[in-house]
C-alpha cells in the first residue's frame, strides 16, 4: 500500500520569501501524486498533480512541485510568498490503478508573516 | 459549475438525535465521497459512491448510513452519534477515480453534545 510522509509539521515564512514543503512517498510503481491545499473553514482544492512526463509540474497560484524517483519525494514549492498562501497544505499518493483511495500526508501548517 | 454544495455548513446535535448531511455536485462526476476530518489531521475516507452505488466503505460504524439518491446528490444520515464523531465532514467528488482530481465541498463542521 502507498504511504505519504510530510517531515514538516508546522513552517512559519515571510511575506515574499521562498517556500518549499517537503513530501515524500512510499509505493513500489509509479505512483499519482497530489498537492491539496486547506484554507481554514474550507475543503481542500487541489494545487497541482503528477502522473507522467515532465518531472517539474506547474500548478496553480504560482506553486511548481518536482518530482524525484531517486528520492521518492515530490517537494512543493513558490519563489514568492502571499499573505493568503497561509493554509494546510496536504500532499497525497494514489495507486496506478481504478483505486477510490488516496493517502494524505499529515499535512503542513504555513503560517505567512508581514 | 464546478462546485460542490454541502448543506448545513455548522451543525450541533444531541446524542439522541437523528439528522442528514447532504451534498450535491452538477459536474457529471460519477463518483462520490465522504470523507471525515478532526482538526488539524488529514481527511479519513468514509465512503465511496461510484455510479451511484456504495464502492468503498471503511469499517465506518454504522451509526453512519450514506445515501445517494442519484448521480448528483450524496447524504449521510447520522443517528445515535458520540461526542468523538464531532469533526469537519467533507463530501468530494471526481469523474471517476480520485487519480483525477477530486473536487471537495467546504464542509459540514458537526458538533455531537
Known amino acids: 500500500a502507498q504511504s505519504v510522509t510530510q517531515p514538516d509539521i508546522h513552517i512559519t515564512v515571510s511575506e515574499g520569501a521562498s517556500l518549499e514543503l517537503r513530501c515524500n512517498y512510499s509505493y513500489g510503481a509509479t505512483p499519482y501524486l497530489f498537492w491539496y491545499v486547506q484554507s481554514p473553514g474550507q475543503g481542500l482544492q487541489l494545487l497541482l498533480k503528477?502522473?507522467?512526463?515532465?518531472?517539474l509540474v506547474q500548478g496553480i497560484k504560482g506553486f511548481e512541485a518536482e518530482f524525484k524517483r531517486s528520492q521518492s519525494s515530490f517537494n512543493l514549492r513558490k519563489p514568492s510568498v502571499h499573505w493568503s498562501d497561509a493554509a494546510e497544505y496536504f500532499c497525497a499518493v494514489g495507486a496506478r490503478r481504478n483505486d477510490y483511495k488516496l493517502s494524505f500526508g499529515a499535512g503542513t501548517t504555513v503560517t505567512v508573516r508581514a | 459549475d464546478t462546485e460542490v454544495t454541502q448543506t448545513p455548513k455548522h451543525l450541533v446535535m444531541g446524542m439522541t438525535n437523528k439528522k442528514s448531511l447532504k451534498c450535491e455536485q452538477h459536474?457529471?462526476?460519477?463518483?462520490m465521497y465522504w470523507y471525515k476530518q478532526k482538526a488539524k489531521k488529514p481527511p479519513e475516507l468514509m465512503f465511496v459512491?461510484?455510479?451511484?452505488?456504495?464502492?468503498i466503505n471503511e469499517s465506518v460504524p454504522s451509526r453512519f448510513s450514506p445515501e445517494c439518491p442519484n448521480s448528483s446528490l450524496l447524504n449521510l444520515h447520522l443517528h445515535a452519534l458520540q461526542p468523538e464523531d464531532s469533526a469537519l465532514y467533507l463530501c468530494?467528488?471526481?469523474?471517476?477515480?480520485?487519480?483525477?482530481?477530486?473536487?471537495f465541498g467546504s464542509g459540514t463542521q458537526l458538533s455531537v453534545l
Open positions: 459536474m457529471g462526476h460519477r463518483a
Open positions: 503528477y502522473f507522467s512526463g515532465d518531472t
Open positions: 459512491y461510484s455510479y451511484e452505488k456504495l464502492s
Open positions: 468530494a467528488s471526481s469523474q471517476s477515480n480520485p487519480n483525477e482530481k477530486l473536487f
